[in-house]
């Protein structure tokens, strides 16, 4: 009778337990398809920045490409009123040489016809005194129509090519002055951000971003000064390789700022850091991560302490990568730990 009891309460404990089970099969049920979604929804975002740096690519590549139709074209357009421009002065010349009349001489004289009578014996008359006069070009008046329509037509050309030219130097100035107000703002932006950042980063020292040759904006370079807490540094290659590390990351940050990007992936660019300035460097990408969804590929404790979720790929097995999942904002809620 005792092993029928005692069997019977195995029983129970076994149905209970099943139960347990299967409620926890059911969570971790719910919890993957959770995780689910939120990779679907992360893949979505990433889709979207990519078309979204696809579009400035494109109108990046379309500004640029204006600019050089437009220097073509007014590469063509000076060749062609130069070679117009030649052209006029050797009618010009050949309107001297052969006839002995200046252009003003020439247009003085061409005029239309009202009395074709009396013009009639004026030219029997001057043909007369041309007879006397010996052997002459009579081919002299038909050559200078001819010159003189082809002065006119020349004239309309280059009065053409003038207004092409002034057209095009007008955009042209337009679009240069666009893009040295753009520039110009957007660096005094950034170069904002980039003291403020480094002096937060360094807890303390200054940095700067120095145009070249400030008074051509879109052809200078650009120069970064940088003085660390304690240090006075001339040449940026006195700096440590953690240091440069340091500033490099600090630009970063002071261009994303500017125009945050909705996804960005790093890969370990904090490695050459120490473990504070790892720190430092985490912390103050947790304040960007509002705007910006950040990956970072990383090996630094640090920069793990501040991640909302970890992955972690394993290879137990020979060829077989297994990823595991860790969601520190669960795991802190769980034990009761604040962030």
């Known amino acids: 009778m005792d092993k029928i009891n005692s069997l019977q309460n195995n029983g129970r404990l076994l149905e209970k337990k099943k139960q347990q089970l299967l409620e926890e099969k059911q969570l971790l049920t719910q919890q993957i398809t959770e995780q689910t979604e939120q990779i679907q929804q992360a893949r979505q975002q990433q889709a979207q920045a990519e078309q979204h740096l ?17 220097a073509a074209k007014l590469s063509r357009s000076e060749e062609r009123r130069t070679a117009l421009q030649t052209e006029y002065d050797k009618l010009i010349a050949k309107l001297w040489d052969e006839y002995n009349m200046t252009r003003s ?13 009396r013009w009639q014996n004026r030219l029997t008359e001057l043909r007369n005194k041309i007879r006397a006069l010996g052997t002459v070009n009579l081919a002299a008046i038909e050559e200078y129509g001819e010159v003189e329509g082809r002065y006119r037509f020349l004239k309309v050309q280059s009065d053409d090519v003038e207004r092409s030219r002034t057209e095009l130097l007008g955009l042209i100035r337009e679009l240069t ?22 002096t937060e980063l360094f807890v303390g020292g200054q940095g700067n971003l120095v145009l070249t040759d400030p008074d051509n904006i879109l052809e200078s370079g650009i120069e970064i000064h940088v003085q660390p807490p304690g240090k006075i540094i001339k040449n940026l290659s006195a700096l440590s390789g953690g240091e440069k590390a340091f500033v490099a990351i ?7 700022k500017v125009k945050p990007s909705p996804f960005c992936m790093l890969d370990e660019i904090e490695a050459a850091l120490d473990e504070v300035n790892v720190t430092r460097y985490a912390r103050y990408l947790k304040t960007l ?29 020979k060829g077989v990568s297994r990823l595991l999942q860790l969601d520190v ?10 962030s």
């Open 54 to 70: 696809t579009g400035l690519r494109a109108t990046e590549k379309e500004q640029i490409a204006k600019r050089e139709r437009a």
């Open 105 to 117: 001489d020439a247009l003085a004289q061409a005029k239309p016809i009202e009395d074709e009578q």
């Open 177 to 198: 002055a666009q893009m040295r107000q753009l520039f110009s703002e957007s660096f005094e932006k950034i170069n904002q951000n980039f003291r403020q950042i480094f």
């Open 250 to 256: 600090a630009i970063y940050f002071a261009i994303l």
């Open 289 to 317: 991560s509002d705007k910006t969804q950040f990956i970072a590929i990383t090996h630094r404790r640090g920069t793990m302490e501040e991640a909302d979720i970890l992955y972690g790929v394993t290879m137990q097995e």
């Open 329 to 338: 904002s669960q795991l802190e809620s769980r034990l009761g730990i604040r």
